[in-house]
């Protein structure tokens, strides 16, 4: 369980070391076999296609060529990243460079530029008078080829990173699928779970920011063990040393399923995105804020961040958040998970833009507008909260002294009862 959380994190925190290496380890390794296969063929004494021929001069120069030109590129790669994304960076929020270093495009392309470089280091290597092995030279032609039309994409991706509305549509996109996950999955029933069992604390052993919760272990290790687990922290929460993450049903037995139950809870020592909503919120959130403050001022990016906001709590006011009890293969309720309330997640993500917005009637009016849209398509629950900031929203604007005719238009936008 541990190692699958480590590789999990490693993949997706890391995402500039785990991915890239993977690839560029996998295509080095491909010059063994090739290698071998050309010593085992003698197909240099035999008659050669025309696209396999090759001196062994040209083919070392080829090879020398491919290595330097490939990491050159690669170095160059690295640097362009850097300083666009850093530009980006500081234009836009500061934390998107965790999700920059985890693009796949920026992965792939120095995996396989790495690896490229590898590879025809490896087969250079042995390349000589007495022996040219055509079949990995060609092969070390086609990763160069195929490395140039990888740098095209990296550059029409990059140039598409630094577009901020490209930006927020993507962050938003992930924020959606995180926040469909909790949307009406609930299989257990918090009556039924027993919360008096639960005396036993399972203490973390080190501080750092929860990353991964595996919901999957913890229920089948309730199963197994059969024990009920608490946890007690969410994605995104810093926890110290010695502080609680859960509460289980058994007695502490070190290692064994306490043990088992702190490795299910991963910390790391700084917050990412996986399996966040509240730092992927944040993160939308800080572009708006930033877009709103007088420095910047540029209300429509605001605007943007609201409108792919609100796309991300469709389903929740539409269906609800799932509960917070989950049940095991056989439906006993095994496991209590820390739950994201729907009206946690509005006030997570209105009134940070509501009181920024303070002054400035233009996206006052849109959060009218969104708090509309939302408003017709919630359920009975839902739209009591929405009536609730939507009273917030008014009051806000009569608080920055608008004209009668603003104040009217923004009463007219809203289909529900603001009346306090």
């Known amino acids: ?123 250079l290597r042995v390349t000589g008078p007495d022996f040219r092995p055509e079949l990995s030279i060609a092969l070390a032609f086609a990763l160069a080829a195929f490395s140039v039309l990888q740098v095209i994409h990296f550059v029409h991706s990059v140039s598409r990173s630094v577009t901020i509305d490209a930006e927020v549509a993507t962050i938003s996109t992930q924020l959606e699928d995180q926040v469909n996950l909790l949307v009406a999955k609930a299989n257990g029933n918090g009556r039924d779970f027993d919360s008096a069992s639960l ?52 007695p502490d037995d070190g290692d064994g399923l306490s043990g088992e139950v702190r490795e299910a809870i991963s910390l790391e020592p700084y917050r990412g995105a996986v399996d966040d909503i509240r730092f992927s919120v944040r993160i939308l959130l800080e572009i708006a804020l930033r877009a709103l403050s007088p420095g910047v001022n540029d209300t429509f990016t605001a605007v943007a961040c609201a409108d792919r906001l609100a796309a991300a709590l469709v389903k929740p006011v539409s269906e609800g958040l799932r509960d917070d009890v989950l049940c095991d293969a056989e439906g006993v309720p095994r496991l209590k998970v820390p739950g994201l309330s729907l ?37 009975p629950d839902a739209r009591r909260l929405i009536e609730e900031h939507g009273r917030a929203l008014m009051d806000t604007m009569k608080s920055s002294d608008p004209i009668r005719s603003d104040l009217a238009f923004l009463e007219k936008r809203l289909d529900f009862d603001t009346a306090s």
Not at 345 to 371: F, S
């Open 1 to 123: 369980m541990k190692l699958k959380l480590k590789l999990k994190s490693l993949v997706t925190l890391n995402g500039m070391l785990g991915v890239p290496g993977g690839i560029c380890l996998c295509i080095w390794a491909l010059a063994a076999p090739l290698i071998w296969v050309d010593s085992q063929v003698s197909i240099i004494v035999d008659p050669v296609p025309f696209w396999l021929a090759i001196s062994t001069d040209t083919a070392r120069s080829l090879l020398g060529t491919i290595a330097s030109a490939t990491i050159t590129t690669l170095g160059l790669v690295y640097s362009i990243m850097l300083v666009v994304f850093t530009l980006a960076a500081g234009n836009i929020a500061p934390r998107l460079l965790q999700r920059f270093s985890r693009d796949r495009v920026n992965q792939v392309t120095a995996g396989i530029l790495g690896g490229t470089f590898l590879y025809s280091l490896s087969v």
């Open 343 to 379: 009206e946690e997640l509005l006030n997570m993500t209105i009134h940070p833009l509501r009181q920024a917005a303070k002054g400035n009637i233009l996206m006052l009016d849109h959060l009218g507008e969104v708090l509309n849209s939302l408003y017709s398509i919630a359920g």
């Open 199 to 250: 005396k036993t604390l399972v203490n973390a052993r080190q501080s750092g920011y929860v990353t991964i919760i595996d919901e999957t272990s913890l229920l089948k290790l309730g199963s197994r063990g059969d024990l009920l687990v608490e946890v007690r922290v969410a994605p995104g929460d810093f926890v110290l040393h010695g502080q609680p993450l859960a509460r289980i049903s058994v």
